[in-house]
C-alpha cells in the first residue's frame, strides 16, 4: 500500500480514536498535512508533545516553536491544557525536566486560560519529573515488577 492511500486510512482512525480520549497526548497543529483538530465536533483537552531534545527519532513540535504553536490554537482552537515530553534516552532528566518545567511556568504566565499540566516521566525516571513539577506521569512498567 502506498503512502497517499495509508494516509487517509490512519488520519481517519487518529480522529476516530480523538473523539473516544479526554486528555489526549498530540502532535503539533498537522499531522500529514491535515488539521486533525479542525475535524473534531467538540473541543478536546490535549497535551502538546514537545521534542525537548529535538530528536530526530521523537515525536513533537520543537521546543523553538511552542510559543507560535500557542498563538495559533488561541486563534483557532483550544489551548493545550498541558505539555509533554519523552526524552532521548541518553539525555540527563534533571536537565530535560528542568527545561520543561521553565517553559510550563512561562506559559502559565502568558496564557492566563493555560492550566498547565505537565507530563513527563516514566517508570525509570518519574521521581525527577515529580521533582520538576510534573503533573502526569507514565510508569507502566513499574506496575508488572
Known amino acids: 500500500m502506498t503512502k497517499d492511500k495509508l494516509m487517509p486510512i490512519w488520519s481517519e482512525a487518529i480522529i476516530s480514536e480523538l473523539l473516544v480520549f479526554r486528555i489526549l497526548n498530540i502532535l503539533p497543529k498537522k499531522l500529514f498535512g491535515e ?5 473534531l465536533d467538540k473541543k478536546r483537552k490535549v497535551l502538546l508533545q514537545i521534542n525537548i531534545d529535538k530528536d530526530p527519532n521523537k515525536s513533537g513540535i520543537d521546543p523553538d516553536l511552542i510559543y507560535e504553536y500557542f498563538e495559533y490554537s488561541k486563534n483557532s482552537i483550544d489551548l493545550p491544557i498541558g505539555l509533554m515530553c519523552i526524552p532521548n534516552i541518553q539525555s540527563d ?15 502559565k504566565k502568558i496564557y492566563s486560560e493555560y492550566t ?3 507530563s513527563m516521566g516514566m517508570s525509570d525516571d518519574y521521581e525527577i519529573a515529580l521533582d520538576y513539577g510534573a503533573t502526569i506521569i507514565r510508569v507502566g512498567s513499574k506496575i508488572f515488577i
Open 35 to 39: 488539521d486533525l483538530i479542525s475535524k
Open 93 to 107: 532528566p534533571k536537565v530535560v525536566f528542568s527545561r520543561m518545567q521553565s517553559i510550563n511556568a512561562e506559559l
Open 116 to 118: 498547565g499540566e505537565l
